[in-house]
């Protein structure tokens, strides 16, 4: 049993300066989220018949089986976790699957599946595992995947598990996943053409979805006019702003938010920026966006100094996913985008969310430390009726280990 466990698992990894600054930035906004959930959930709590802090609890339970989940992949060997991709895939598809079959409803939304414990949401597994499959498919395929035939046969996975995602009714989530792989695909050298086609298609995939769901539709475009239909698909944009607006520079002051009693629908989720700006005013806002900007400098460094072409795109795509989904939270809580349910990673209050992030933390971490050099991979064009079988590059000895870290190549 030892032996099995030592091939899979590596002594917890440490030196280096971009790792250690990869906790202290996630440190800070788990930290910071932690305290904002509390404060934006106990009114919630009380509305709902509970004690105030119950959401709080729960959300700190998360985070502690986060935190084991982190240490867990921070030790697991890279090239072990990149074998078991297209398994993984399996698995979230089933888990998407399931959903359809025996999930549980919340707020409209038909996206969990019931457990013992908590409540699994795999569309959020999903992001990750799908992060995983395309370093994968980019390490054994990169020779014959600039080819439309080959790409779409290796992607099929991909775009089912985008299907399921829909039949949930979750755009946003929806948007996430086809970002992340198409930054990866781009990232290792996909042709523009092929990208460019790609948007093309999801043009008319999107006109029938607007046939087919058009409230949906009109929640997503109520961005484009704020002024009208302030009662419903509007409504909550309108207080989000209002909550912003009091807050001024310093805030309302902690736990002194007057839109969580009621006014604000989902202020400790998907709002919780919001609950932020008018308890802490613009200076808690500001600080939120320079937590991110650290993590986005800190993960680019990671991305610098990696010497593995299938690490760094698994950096890429991690990068990619935290970075855009802060992005599109924060620019539909002030209006300038649509509201798609996207939360805001490391702050909004959600178990499966924040497990997945911490795990994604976890897998940067270990690249941090990672030494081991592979080969340059170019995505090129095979013949439609050939497909290739490439194999992965051998993993040299410098990635089971993790004594002094290497200095990093200038780049």
């Known amino acids: 049993m030892a032996r099995i466990v030592s091939r899979i698992l590596q002594p917890f990894p440490r030196g280096d300066r971009a790792a250690a600054a990869l906790l202290v930035v996630t440190a800070l906004m788990v930290g910071y989220g932690t305290v904002m959930v509390g404060s934006a959930s106990d009114a919630q709590s009380a509305l709902n018949g509970g004690t105030s802090f119950a959401l709080a609890i729960r959300d700190l339970i998360y985070l502690a ?8 992949v ?3 060997r890279l090239s072990w976790l990149i074998n078991l991709a297209p398994m993984l895939l399996g698995i979230g598809l089933a888990l998407l699957v399931g959903v359809e079959l025996v999930g549980i409803t919340v707020n409209g939304g038909k996206r969990w599946l019931p457990t013992p414990f908590i409540q699994i949401q795999p569309s959020e597994l999903f992001k990750l595992i799908v992060v995983l499959y395309v370093a994968w498919v980019v390490q054994r395929h990169h020779r014959s995947i600039g080819n439309w035939q080959h790409l779409a046969l290796w992607m099929t996975p991909v775009l089912a598990g985008v299907g399921l995602i829909l039949l949930e009714h979750d755009v946003g989530t929806d948007t996430v996943v086809v970002a992340i792989a198409l930054v990866v695909l781009f990232v290792a050298g996909l042709p523009r053409k092929i990208v460019r086609g790609i948007l093309l298609l999801s043009v ?9 769901e058009p409230y949906s539709v009109r929640r997503l475009t109520s961005f484009l006019h704020p002024n009208s239909n302030l009662t419903t698909s509007g409504y909550q944009l309108l207080q989000s702003r209002i909550g912003l607006g009091a807050g001024g520079l310093t805030g309302l002051g902690l736990d002194h938010s007057r839109e969580k009693w009621g006014l604000l629908p989902n202020p400790h989720t998907d709002f919780i920026f919001t609950i932020i700006g008018e308890e802490l005013g613009l200076v808690g806002t500001l600080s939120v966006i320079a937590l991110f900007i650290g993590f986005l400098m800190v993960a680019t460094r990671i991305a610098r100094q990696c010497t593995n072409e299938v690490y760094r795109l698994l950096v890429v795509g991690i990068t990619a996913w935290i970075v855009l989904e802060a992005v599109i939270n924060i620019a539909s809580v002030v209006g300038f985008w649509a509201v798609t349910g996207i939360p805001l990673p490391f702050f909004s209050y959600g178990g499966t969310a924040l497990i997945t992030e911490l795990a994604a933390i976890g897998l940067l971490y270990n690249i941090a430390h990672d030494r081991s050099r592979s080969p340059r991979l170019v995505i090129g064009a095979l013949e439609p009726g050939f497909i290739a079988v490439a194999a992965p590059a051998r993993p040299s000895r410098a990635s089971y280990s993790h004594r002094r870290p290497l200095r990093a190549p200038r780049s």
């Open 204 to 212: 008319p995939v999107m006109g029938v979805y607007a046939i087919l």
């Open 65 to 72: 089986i986060g935190a084991v989940v982190f240490w867990v």
């Open 74 to 76: 921070a030790r697991i």
